[in-house]
């Protein structure tokens, strides 16, 4: 066993420093590479719409294809479900993830902190309605401090990292107390002084996106999307 004691931030840095210097020419590094950038091809196609609601390829994609458009793109993924959906797909590099934890609901205070810490980003973050309901009062504290961002909800109408397991392990006859409401969360954030947008079909996102990021406000974007289990990606051989 290795114990180290050393500053936080020195540490992290000498650590970000051997990760990057390591020889692409490694085997392991080539290796990690691309089983990094594997996606399962059938998720090129568009998913099948008769779920009713955005597909999450679609909505990630469409915020992928945004921040690729922006200048010192920033993503911030949380949630259960989705928030994995994000991880996938949504490629760019600086990034704040709930990661291993587990842990949900922080997008939106992250957001703050990054906008406050980034004045010039483009910063979207993208979260669950169950996670976007631990703090959505933020907006509170946003729209008074002029920290604009962009939120993307992946509204299902459910703590759906629950009901995907309840799914797996009991069956849909079994599932239950994962439901919430389909809510306007849109609306809330207008009401706190915010900017609102709700999108109920793909071809409504991207424009929305857009709008949003020209209001300059903190803005959300409350999206219906299909109630589905989280990305598995495994690398072919």
């Not at 709930?98 to 906008?115: E, K, Q, W």
């Not at 709700?198 to 990021?213: G, N, S, Y």
Request: aromatic share 8%; with cysteine; proline share 6%.
């Amino acid at each position: 066993m290795l114990s180290v004691l050393a500053d936080p931030a020195f540490a992290a840095d000498q650590l970000s420093k051997a990760g990057w210097s390591r020889d692409p020419g490694d085997a392991w590094y080539r290796e990690a590479t691309r089983a990094i950038a594997y996606r399962p091809p059938e998720w090129e196609a568009l998913p099948s719409s008769d779920r009713g609601g955005v597909d999450p390829v679609t909505l990630c994609k469409t915020i992928d294809r945004t921040l690729r458009e922006a200048e010192k793109p920033l993503f911030i993924c949380d949630g259960g479900e989705i928030g994995q959906w994000g991880q996938c797909l949504v490629s760019t590099p600086r990034r704040i993830i709930n990661g291993v934890a587990g842990s949900i609901g922080a997008a939106i205070p992250f957001a703050l902190g990054a906008r406050a810490a980034n004045p010039q980003a483009a910063i979207i973050a993208l979260s669950g309605d169950g996670a976007f309901g631990f703090h959505m009062a933020e907006f509170d504290t946003a729209v008074r401090y002029g920290l604009a961002f962009v939120a993307v909800i992946g509204n299902d109408a459910a703590w759906n990292a629950e009901h995907q397991i309840q799914l797996r392990t009991y069956g849909a006859q079994r599932a239950h107390g994962c439901e919430l409401l389909p809510t306007r969360y849109d609306e809330v954030v207008k009401a706190l002084g915010g900017h609102g947008e709700l999108v109920t079909a793909a071809d409504q996102l991207l424009p929305a996106l857009e709008r949003a990021i020209g209001s300059g406000k903190p803005a959300c974007v409350n999206v219906l999307v299909q109630r589905v289990a989280a990305p598995v990606v495994r690398l072919s051989s």
